[in-house]
């Protein structure tokens, strides 16, 4: 039994140093075998009775004994809190080390995502200044294509420009009674500034000042600017203005008011179809007068054949006269001879008695005249042709003078066509041919872009009317030009 005893007593003393010897070796399992060995330890001093043992001992040794055990168990504790020591250290150093990179990851990703979401708002910022700065150029060129807006459509339908003129210094005189009784601009009573109420009101009312003076000089370029082709963006210029010039009095509470506004867009508007009215009375006065000098070259046509009728109807009865003198004294055969030729004589009377007729027709009936179709290839291309009415008596004369400095190259004639109601005959084929129209604004300028063979065909059905048709235009100028181009060009 003994012997037992003795032998676990030394082998549990053995596993002690054992587990003391892991715990030097393996730091991370250091807490454990110390404990372990600690155990082992003590049912080791159990078993082998230590004290027993002690008992035999020399004093110099058991002091040698007891002072190794003391330091062995003092380096057992060292060795101990070195180990939790270096193991809580490198724990919380990986620790330490992983949430530094925990918070050196969280803020690069923060401040990733504040780059971000700074890109996409500047995006947005670019992207909003783009449509301002698109509208803006919109709004300030004069360039844009009047079918893209669709033509204007007057507010005012008034029959002359003075009536216009009259509504447009009404409008204007509106205005100005809205600014001397302050209506024009609106504003916060009693503002502060950082002043005394005095030099406050002084100060608003100068600020108003300064918007309506900018804002009525916007208004005056853009109104003096306007044109058939940028109405549209005039209005949307002026609106912008009034925007703009209240966003920057805002910061002490002062605006021009929306009836202010609505009385410029009334000005606009009146402005506008002011100078459209103008431009038609003097499209209207041009024609009028045209005609004037139709009629008076009609009258000197009429003036000077009439006179050359007279004449030659006088001339005639002289001869007449003057032959009946010689038949008293003539024999039979030469009285036959001066019957036939006073005959003759009086037969010539009557035919330019007939043209008498026919001249106080034409100044009587204001319809009848001339329908003629021309065209000018050098000057307009083919296929573009200007159907027109002439009263003349010689109806070449009028596209003679059609033909003059105002285009390069002579009209060439397709078709004259004398009709007692010619304006009644033109109005027809203009109607006929009103969506060839190559200027469908203005409808007194007479061009049509249409094919000859349409033309043709239209002119057949007036079956009452003497028609001479031609096809080809001669352009002879036009043609000859075109040769000389085409040697230079080979000699060059």
């Given at each position: 039994m003994?012997?037992?005893?003795?032998?676990?007593?030394?082998?549990?003393?053995?596993?002690?140093?054992?587990?003391?010897?892991?715990?030097?070796t393996?730091?991370?399992?250091?807490?454990?075998?110390?404990?372990?060995?600690t155990?082992?330890?003590?049912?080791?001093?159990?078993?082998?009775?230590i004290?027993?043992?002690?008992?035999?001992?020399?004093?110099?040794?058991?002091?040698?004994?007891?002072?190794?055990r003391?330091?062995?168990?003092?380096?057992?504790?060292?060795?101990s809190?070195?180990?939790?020591?270096?193991?809580?250290?490198?724990?919380?150093?990986v620790?330490?080390?992983?949430?530094?990179?925990?918070?050196?990851?969280?803020?690069?990703?923060?401040?990733?995502?504040?780059?971000l979401?700074?890109?996409?708002?500047?995006?947005?910022?670019?992207?909003?200044?783009?449509t301002?700065?698109?509208?803006?150029?919109?709004?300030?060129?004069?360039?844009i294509?009047?079918?893209?807006?669709?033509?204007?459509?007057?507010r005012?339908?008034?029959?002359t420009?003075?009536?216009?003129?009259?509504?447009?210094?009404?409008?204007?005189?509106?205005?100005?009674?809205?600014?001397?009784?302050?209506?024009?601009?609106?504003?916060?009573e009693?503002?502060?500034?950082?002043?005394?109420?005095?030099?406050?009101e002084?100060?608003?009312?100068?600020?108003?000042?300064?918007?309506?003076?900018?804002?009525?000089?916007?208004?005056?370029?853009s109104?003096?600017?306007?044109?058939?082709?940028?109405?549209?963006?005039?209005e949307?210029?002026?609106r912008?203005?009034?925007?703009?010039?209240?966003?920057?009095?805002?910061?002490?509470?002062?605006?021009?008011?929306?009836?202010?506004?609505?009385?410029?867009?009334?000005?606009?508007h009146?402005?506008?179809?002011?100078?459209?009215?103008?431009?038609?009375?003097?499209?209207?006065?041009?024609?009028?007068?045209?005609?004037?000098?139709?009629?008076?070259?009609?009258?000197?046509?009429?003036?000077?054949?009439?006179?050359?009728?007279?004449?030659?109807?006088?001339?005639?009865?002289?001869?007449?006269?003057s032959?009946?003198?010689?038949l008293?004294?003539?024999?039979?055969?030469?009285?036959?001879?001066?019957?036939?030729?006073?005959?003759?004589?009086?037969?010539s009377?009557?035919d330019?008695?007939?043209?008498?007729?026919?001249?106080?027709y034409?100044?009587?009936?204001?319809?009848?005249?001339?329908?003629?179709?021309?065209?000018?290839?050098?000057?307009?291309?083919?296929?573009?042709?200007?159907?027109?009415?002439?009263?003349?008596?010689e109806?070449?004369?009028?596209?003679?003078?059609?033909?003059?400095?105002?285009?390069?190259?002579?009209?060439?004639?397709?078709?004259?066509?004398?009709?007692?109601?010619?304006?009644?005959?033109?109005?027809?084929?203009?109607?006929?041919?009103?969506?060839?129209?190559?200027?469908?604004v203005?409808?007194?300028?007479?061009?049509?872009?249409?094919?000859?063979?349409?033309?043709?065909?239209?002119?057949?059905?007036?079956k009452?009317?003497?028609?001479?048709?031609?096809?080809?235009?001669?352009?002879?100028?036009?043609?000859?030009?075109?040769?000389?181009?085409?040697?230079?060009?080979?000699?060059?």
């Amino acid at each position: 039994m003994k012997f037992l005893k003795t032998f676990f007593g030394i082998l549990f003393l053995a596993m002690s140093v054992a587990f003391i010897s892991i715990a030097y070796t393996q730091k991370g399992t250091a807490p454990v075998s110390l404990t372990v060995a600690t155990v082992f330890a003590l049912l080791s001093f159990k078993l082998l009775n230590i004290k027993e043992i002690f008992k035999n001992v020399d004093k110099t040794e058991l002091y040698d004994l007891k002072k190794e055990r003391d330091f062995l168990q003092s380096e057992c504790a060292r060795l101990s809190a070195i180990s939790q020591s270096t193991e809580d250290d490198d724990t919380i150093k990986v620790l330490r080390d992983l949430i530094e990179k925990k918070n050196q990851l969280d803020k690069d990703c923060q401040e990733q995502y504040n780059e971000l979401k700074n890109l996409k708002d500047e995006i947005e910022h670019l992207k909003n200044k783009k449509t301002e700065l698109e509208q803006m150029s919109l709004i300030y060129s004069n360039q844009i294509n009047v079918l893209e807006y669709g033509l204007y459509t007057p507010r005012y339908k008034f029959i002359t420009s003075s009536t216009y003129k009259a509504k447009l210094d009404e409008i204007r005189n509106t205005q100005a009674t809205l600014i001397k009784s302050n209506y024009a601009v609106t504003g916060i009573e009693n503002f502060k500034i950082d002043r005394n109420k005095a030099q406050d009101e002084q100060v608003v009312k100068q600020v108003s000042k300064l918007m309506l003076r900018a804002f009525n000089g916007e208004c005056d370029a853009s109104i003096y600017n306007i044109k058939y082709n940028n109405f549209s963006n005039i209005e949307k210029r002026i609106r912008k203005s009034f925007e703009v010039i209240n966003k920057i009095g805002s910061e002490i509470h002062v605006s021009i008011t929306f009836e202010y506004l609505d009385l410029k867009i009334q000005e606009l508007h009146l402005a506008y179809e002011y100078e459209l009215k103008i431009q038609e009375e003097k499209e209207i006065l041009r024609e009028q007068r045209e005609k004037d000098r139709e009629e008076r070259a009609l009258q000197k046509e009429i003036e000077l054949k009439r006179q050359k009728i007279t004449k030659e109807v006088t001339h005639i009865n002289n001869a007449i006269n003057s032959l009946k003198e010689k038949l008293q004294n003539a024999t039979d055969e030469e009285k036959e001879n001066i019957e036939k030729t006073i005959s003759e004589l009086q037969n010539s009377i009557n035919d330019y008695e007939e043209q008498q007729k026919e001249l106080d027709y034409r100044i009587e009936n204001v319809g009848a005249g001339y329908v003629y179709i021309i065209s000018n290839i050098g000057a307009f291309g083919e296929n573009v042709f200007k159907i027109g009415v002439t009263r003349r008596l010689e109806p070449l004369e009028r596209i003679s003078e059609l033909s003059s400095a105002s285009v390069p190259f002579k009209f060439d004639v397709h078709a004259l066509i004398f009709s007692y109601k010619a304006y009644e005959l033109e109005t027809a084929l203009h109607k006929r041919f009103e969506k060839n129209r190559i200027n469908l604004v203005n409808n007194r300028k007479e061009f049509f872009k249409v094919d000859i063979n349409e033309i043709e065909k239209e002119l057949e059905k007036y079956k009452d009317l003497t028609i001479e048709f031609t096809k080809q235009a001669d352009a002879e100028e036009y043609r000859e030009t075109l040769s000389i181009l085409r040697a230079n060009s080979k000699t060059v």
